[in-house]
């Protein structure tokens, strides 16, 4: 059964503080990923700080809108006390939550692949090579890679990363979540302003 949280101003924080860890683990998830494929290192995201918000926008929503694998708002639950029967659920939960990763997470990266190309005329990425591609922003195969990546974060990895920031004192949280939600506003007017005054982004390498 779905365990629902109240959303005070200490949980407030901690997801602030989750948001930009997973933005961090993001961006090091693309570095890497690009290093190892491309051997290449080349600045990836749209701030200059090192994080990517896509990924932690997309967790996000997808845990707020569904919950977790293991703890689903729509989902699968047991119906006798059977260990059998418990991982029969968890796997069928697991199935769906994939399908709903990919989905949402499909929005959100054809959402901000438009915003920034149509708006600010940033192309942050383009699958335009791609089999199965939507005008460059979205193709099939990544959509399934996010959808894969999502769902195990989420089931081996959120709930330790969860209970650990849940531990922190609420002062901590609040202090760690200003200072980072300081710089990344600082830093994507500072981007802003660069692209009006030069028609580029701002790229360290």
Known sequence: MFRKEKLSVNAFNRYGVLFFTISFLGWCFEKAGRYIVYNSVTDRGFLTLPICPIYAS?????????GSPRNMRIGVYPSGEGKAEKVRCLFLNVILYF?????ISTAVELSV?????EVLGVSLWNYENLPLNLGGYISLGYCVLWGALITLFMLFIWEPLHGLFGRIDGRVLFAVNGFFCFLMTADFIFNIIYIIKTGE????L
């Open 58 to 66: 997309s967790i996000l929503i997808i845990y707020f809108l569904v």
């Open 99 to 103: 399908l709903f990763s990919v989905f």
């Open 113 to 117: 692949g438009v915003f920034f190309n």
């Open 201 to 204: 982004h701002f790229n360290f």
